[in-house]
């Protein structure tokens, strides 16, 4: 059956992407998709006598969904295991046309849960390689304000930061405000600029300035509520959620500096809509993280990102969310937040270093294939990584951060070590000049080689089995050439262990040796057999980090 559906599967030909459906009994079969506006007439498949129905369609780069109509009933591939959600709560087959015009059907797992069984939305190409650096404006810089931050980019820069995270620049609400300054996620005027932090003028100077670094620049959008005394309220009071009594209602969680939205009402989504549109359009920002995106609709979020890709196609939106269907439906990226509170209790020696493994092979079976996850040590709403894990941590926990799959963020001032946490509500400022820039050259390295080394970057994660897998995180990274190895000590103690390879790599490689090179240059070069990955004996320090690059080489001549 398995080679029956291979023979079935969208296939690159001469001309195209060959697409076939076998039905014997079928008087019609036709194609619609993105490709031709989803026609259901304008693409007609040739039957041929074995039952098999045939058509090429020519198609550019990219992630392309489709589906048959078959005697006028609309239907997914069957032959296609690659389904992505759709806007009816249905779903659609889907493949991606990868650069060299082949054709990619990403596979769920078999344990695959839920959406797990899905393939993720597409993602911009740039958001693959990116490094994300979170900056609160006014709390950045002693002056606090947008052009202080423009003039600070060819510091990140150096770092590696490939796309700025500004938190909310809006006006912040007066009435019911929390501490001298108020929180900016309580904003008053949704098309302002907070004018202690500049003017539209100066975020559009960031921007550019941003973008001739190669860097992209994306704000935070708050559609979950607005100021007490946002003009919105005054102008229209039927966007809010009421309670039994007629009255605007907080959503809760002690937030009695917010009134919640009413996503019911179509003029409401039509204006936040037009707002994510507007400072793309004016100032060319990139995209947006969007404030606690699980207490907004999803069906909002997927009308927003359908807008947004008409005005710019590569912007993207990121999700404060940890929801499958988030990356299924909407959002290029989302939040995954349990790291940190696993990495703490592996530190602290209440969890071993296999609870990180268990966690991410978990939420590879719940989230859709393919899912962009960002992922982070600390940011404004946790607290510092310092207080944390603690100095012994650290810098341990950045390679982790760097050498995983997903997109890392820095939280600023994380790679300063900086121990205190930013108040949303009260003056407060990043102590640069007391920072530890040892710690930031540590982060620049670490940045600087996952831009250098693409299995770092895009590669697929495999973890490998060690003998002291309670201590000792072992994983493998390979995109195309690219192959690495990360073992990581989260002990006091000085660990030698054995570690053994995918066998997938063993099996096609063994006759093929391995150039190990360790990417710290602690150790000289080491050659070694295809068979000798199955077992290769490694020595850690106390709270170690060794990252090797392994080269093929043919043949081996020097055996170690």
């Known amino acids: 059956m398995d ?7 969208p296939t690159r030909v001469r001309g195209g992407i060959r697409f076939r459906y076998f039905d014997l009994s079928a008087s019609s079969v036709s194609i619609a998709g993105e490709f031709n506006d989803w026609h259901k007439n304008s693409c007609e498949l040739t039957k041929y006598p074995c039952g098999v129905w045939e058509t090429v369609i020519p198609l550019n780069k990219g992630v392309h969904q489709y589906k048959f109509i078959v005697d006028g009933m609309w239907i997914h591939d069957p032959s296609n295991p690659c389904i992505m959600l759709n806007e009816f709560g249905g779903v659609n087959s889907a493949l991606e046309v990868t650069d060299d015009a082949d054709v990619r059907l990403p596979i769920p797992s078999r344990q695959a849960r839920g959406y797990g069984k899905l393939r993720a939305v597409s993602s911009p190409d740039w958001l693959q390689d990116a490094i994300i650096y979170e900056v609160f ?65 100066d975020l559009k ?27 919105l309220q005054r102008i229209h009071p039927e966007w809010y959620r009421r309670d039994c009594h007629g009255r605007p209602q907080s959503p809760g969680f002690g937030w009695t ?80 937040e349990n790291l940190p509170q696993v990495l703490q209790k592996v530190f602290f020696g209440t969890l071993s270093a296999r609870a990180i493994r268990h966690l991410i092979e978990e939420d590879r079976l719940t989230f859709p294939v393919g899912s962009m996850r960002m992922r982070y040590l600390e940011n404004h709403d946790q607290p510092r990584a310092a207080e944390r894990l603690g100095v012994r941590g650290l810098k341990l926990a950045a390679a982790l951060l760097f050498t995983l799959d997903g997109v890392p963020l820095i939280h600023n001032g994380q790679e300063i070590g900086e121990g205190r946490r930013a108040s949303l509500f009260d003056p407060f400022r990043i102590q640069w000049e007391r920072g530890d820039y040892i710690m930031r050259e540590l982060y620049g390295h670490l940045s600087h080689m996952r831009s250098n080394v693409p299995a770092l970057r895009r590669g697929s994660l495999t973890f490998l089995n060690v003998a002291r897998d309670d201590s000792v995180l072992a994983y493998y990274r390979e995109y195309e050439d ?3 190895v ?23 490689f063994a006759e093929v040796g391995y150039r190990f090179t360790e990417l710290n240059g602690q150790t000289s070069p080491v050659c070694i057999s295809g068979q000798g990955l199955l077992g290769r004996e490694v020595t850690l320090d106390p709270y170690g980090i060794r990252i090797f690059s392994l080269e093929a080489v043919s043949p081996c001549r020097c055996i170690a």
């Not at 080679?3 to 599967?9: D, G, S, T």
């Not at 990121?318 to 439906?329: K, R």
Request: proline share 5%.
């Open 205 to 231: 100077r960031l921007v550019r300035t941003a973008h001739g670094y190669g860097m992209k620049v994306i704000m935070d959008f708050v559609a979950n509520h607005s100021a007490v005394d946002c003009r």
């Open 257 to 336: 500096d917010v009134f919640g939205f009413d996503y019911r009402n179509r003029g409401l989504r039509n204006y936040m809509i037009e707002t994510m549109r507007y400072y793309i359009k004016e100032c060319d920002v990139d995209g947006y993280r969007c404030d606690v995106a699980a207490l907004v609709p999803t069906d909002f979020w997927r009308e927003a990102r359908e807008a947004l890709k008409k005005v710019k196609p590569d912007a993207i939106l990121l999700a404060e969310s940890h929801e499958p269907s988030h990356n299924a439906a909407a959002f290029d990226l989302t939040y995954e």
């Open 482 to 484: 690219s192959r690495i």
């Open 3 to 9: 080679a029956i559906r291979k023979q079935l599967n």
């Open 137 to 201: 404006p006014r709390a950045f810089t002693d002056e606090g304000t947008l052009d202080a931050v423009r003039r600070r980019i060819p510091e990140l820069y150096d770092l590696g930061v490939t796309c700025i995270w500004l938190m909310p620049i809006h006006p912040i609400g007066v009435s019911g405000r929390k501490g001298i300054l108020g929180s900016p996620y309580a904003i008053s005027d949704y098309r302002s600029i907070h004018p202690d932090l500049g003017t539209l003028e």
């Open 486 to 508: 990360v073992l990581l000590n989260f002990t006091c103690e000085m660990i030698e262990t054995r570690v053994s390879a995918p066998k997938e790599l063993v099996r096609d």
